[in-house]
């Protein structure tokens, strides 16, 4: 009997590598979504499709993804705002792409005058509909709310400080209230003021900090479909 009971144990440990194989290697590429305004669409760089923070991040993080950038000039999360993000066809494609991970990367745009301080009460309320509409798409979808970037200190009435003290504390709520991931990326921006041309869109190297601040969260969350750098 021991030659037996060996040689099964033998047969149980040559199994465990393959089984951990294939916890590593998902059945199909995880599909990635990003939503936002100008800076997500990559204003600033000087080439919106390989410079884009999303684009960048796309190739940090190899095949297992399937990234999608959905951004669109001027949008704001509020749904009365002057150019809503929900009136725009890239709304309805995202939707469409029922993406298995969403970031959402507004709140910018609402800090003109016209937009936050003219509807404060619809931020969070329009964010969590905003949510549960994709969530509807896709009931396993993971959303992260990302804190917008600074401006230096504003332009085109984009405003830092309206984004520190309104348009963040909005973000983190709805984020708290629908149960949502947070991801900041407005801190690692501070004191680069020289990385954003305009006082609101940032160039390549702060593109690809974004992209590494992303890289950084997903890589604790999702950690058997990371490729090193």
Known sequence: MKPFILFLFAALFSLVPACHAAEKAPDKPIKLAFIGASITAGY?????????????????????????????????????????????????????????????????????????????QDFVRDYKAMVEAFRKANTQVKIYAALPVPAFPENFGIRDQIIVEKIIPAIQQAAKEANLSVIDLHTPMLGRAGDFADKVHPNEAGTKTLAETIYEVFKKDFPATMVEK
Do not use: C
């Open 44 to 120: 600033g760089t000087q080439n919106h499709e390989r410079d884009s923070y999303p684009a960048q991040l796309a190739r940090m993080l190899g095949e297992a993804w399937q990234i999608r950038n959905f951004g669109v000039s001027a949008t704001t999360l509020i749904h009365s705002g002057d150019v809503p993000y929900i009136g725009t066809a890239s709304y309805k494609n995202a939707l469409d792409y029922a993406p298995d991970v969403l970031v959402i990367d507004l709140g910018g745009n609402d800090s003109k005058p016209q937009n936050y301080e003219a509807h404060p």
